[in-house]
């Protein structure tokens, strides 16, 4: 494919749209933030997973790339358990919770595009999700925290923390990809922005469960 990809304009796009996204969002009633953190917890459980088989991936001449999926891995270790602690100080289990197709899609239609399409693709979901945490992070703080408490909100204070350089940096090496590796990162910054979408409209209908006519 001969066409530029404009991964830094496309991904300005996507955060105009997510951050839209998220503020549209009823973050101070609790079943929703409940099912919210339900379906993080699955999310988390398997990206935590994908990113390792994304550095797996990567070929020896894409050592770069290799090397930021495994310190990646590194950070993200382990951070479901900040979901299901936040759950616990909301006095609910994961187990009460069931996964969303949206959610089920969000992590598997990555795998599919790292194992089929480019190692490269896990880079769009990555920087989807960490824009995302900056571009409306604080904001769903601050209306998660005086609502629900700092105890049930170790998960969203951590992905908040994220550095704009480091986002900056992100993009600057997605620009130095061959074409086709930067075209599977804009399909799955797609991809992450559908599901995710998808994520909130089916959690907003399990905390309001439409009611059955008698
Ligand atoms: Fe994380």
Redesign the pocket.
């Known amino acids: 494919m001969s066409m530029v990809t404009d991964v830094l304009g496309q991904h300005r796009a996507f955060m105009a749209k997510g951050r839209e996204l998220c503020m549209a969002q009823p973050w101070r009633e609790r079943a929703f933030y409940e099912n919210w953190l339900g379906q993080m917890y699955y999310f ?1 459980a398997q ?2 997973r994908l990113i390792p088989f994304a550095a797996a991936h990567f070929d020896t001449d894409h050592e770069a790339s290799f090397r930021r999926c495994l310190d990646h891995a590194k ?2 270790a382990g ?1 479901e358990q ?1 979901v299901i602690n936040d759950l616990r100080a909301l006095g609910r289990r994961i187990e009460e919770f069931e996964e969303l197709p949206s959610t089920y899609l969000m992590h598997q239609g990555q795998f599919h595009l790292i194992s089929r399409v480019h190692p490269a693709s896990f880079f769009g979901i990555s920087l989807y999700m960490e824009g995302l945490s900056l571009a409306a992070g604080q904001e769903i703080c601050d209306a998660v925290l005086p609502a629900h408490g700092r105890a049930a909100a170790s ?1 969203l204070i ?2 908040t923390q994220e550095d704009e350089q480091h986002t900056a940096q992100a993009i600057s090496q997605v620009k130095q990809l061959p074409a086709d590796a930067q075209v599977a990162v804009v399909r799955s910054m797609r991809l992450a922005h559908f599901c995710f979408s998808g994520m909130f409209d089916g959690v907003r209908q399990m905390a309001a469960p439409i009611p059955v006519a008698a």
Do not use: A, I, L, R
């Open positions: 988390v990206s935590t950070e993200e951070h900040q998960f951590c992905h």
